[in-house]
């Protein structure tokens, strides 16, 4: 029986940004684009419906 749950959504327990960093620019380099530090860290917080918008403005 699971008697509690941790989830970090803000970086508390992992440092998220570091992640953001690298693996936004590989995802995006697969389909012929680049991405810059500026723009992954641009990528922080956003959930799903917002985060295509934002790739697509970009």
Known sequence: MVKAVIFDM???LID???YYRIFWPMALK?????????????MRS?????APQHLKDM
């Open 30 to 42: 697969q389909f012929g684009y680049e991405m810059t530090d500026e723009q992954a860290l641009s």
């Open 46 to 50: 956003l959930g799903q419906p917002y």
């Open 16 to 18: 998220t940004e570091k």
């Open 10 to 12: 803000d970086g508390t």
